[in-house]
């Protein structure tokens, strides 16, 4: 799924609507006036996400949107049936296997056998969404790498867990599927799933499988707090653990790294901030960007 087109409020109060949502839809002879947010978009809000003028929606994608506005409505691009559908889990022992692995996964997503976006979880990632520690030591230390095989045998996982998922016709996805078995065979007591292999038993397998399926749920995911994307690693092993996310707790520290030319960036983003939220109402402190009537020096953790 994707989106195409939001309606936001922005930090002064007023509402926007992005791409072809700015051209009003021709109204009726004799329309009744109607409150902004309930006036139809425009037929094409929804088909194109861009518009005559800058793009704008892209400035409000993902941990943006609650840093500036206030997202009101979003048009979501669904996939009809594409014929059929196969997920899968590839399992990999050790923890130097992520640097194979990512080797693995460039040139397979450069040819489009990968065909949507991956996910890879440590073990620890996956056992956290599925019990509490003491559900799998009495131990107060952290776990050791004895204690971390035993929870990798315990839930059928290994140090890193690879989950993606097949579409297409049978036919299409068999060819598929062999090319990517034989490619992560590669890596030595590498295990492939699918969700029937596992049936009965408590798994993230279950839960991506319905969130690659499309599958709208309401479930809770036991003792787990955020599931996301984000490809931003250069695909190769050297890279593949760089920092881009963190605890908020260290959120400014972390982006006081990302200061290449005397922090251009953070300048930029402080003054996008200044601009549309002069008060500083919304998400002060958000990703380390804060607004001038916050003293940084202050309240920074």
Request: with cysteine.
């Amino acid at each position: 799924m994707m989106h195409s087109g939001v309606e936001v409020i922005l930090p002064n109060g007023e509402l926007m609507r992005t791409g072809m949502g700015a051209l009003p839809q021709p109204k009726n002879p004799g329309h009744k006036e109607t409150r902004l947010d309930e006036e139809p978009g425009n037929k094409a809000w929804q088909l194109f996400p861009y518009g005559l003028d800058l793009t704008t929606m892209a400035f409000f994608h993902r941990a943006v949107w609650d840093s500036v506005v206030i997202v009101t409505k979003m048009g979501i691009w669904l996939m009809p049936n594409p014929g059929g559908y196969q997920f899968y889990m590839i399992t990999f022992p050790r923890d130097e296997d992520l640097h194979k692995s990512a080797e693995i996964i460039g040139p397979l997503r450069l040819q489009m056998v990968l065909q949507n976006v991956t996910t890879i979880r440590s073990i620890l990632m996956d056992a956290a969404c599925l019990g509490t520690k003491t559900e799998y030591t009495s131990s107060t230390e952290p776990i050791d790498e004895a204690g971390l095989d035993a929870i990798a045998k315990e839930l059928n996982l290994g140090r890193w867990n690879f989950y993606r998922a097949l579409y297409g016709p049978k036919e299409y996805r068999d060819v598929l599927w062999k090319i990517i078995k034989e490619a992560f065979s590669a890596i030595k007591g590498a295990k492939f799933y699918f969700p029937k292999d596992l049936k009965g038993q408590k798994s993230v397998l279950h839960t991506r499988d319905q969130t690659l399926r499309g599958t709208l749920t309401f479930d809770e995911l036991p003792n787990g707090t955020h599931l996301f994307f984000a490809p931003i690693a250069k695909v190769t092993g050297d890279d593949a653990m760089l920092q881009y996310r963190t605890h908020l707790a260290v959120m400014d520290q972390i982006a006081g790294t990302y200061n290449w030319n005397n922090n251009i960036q953070m300048r930029f983003n402080e003054t996008i901030k200044n601009y549309l939220g002069p008060k500083g109402i919304i998400a002060p402190g958000k990703n380390g960007i804060w607004p001038e009537t916050y003293d940084k020096k202050i309240y920074k953790l």
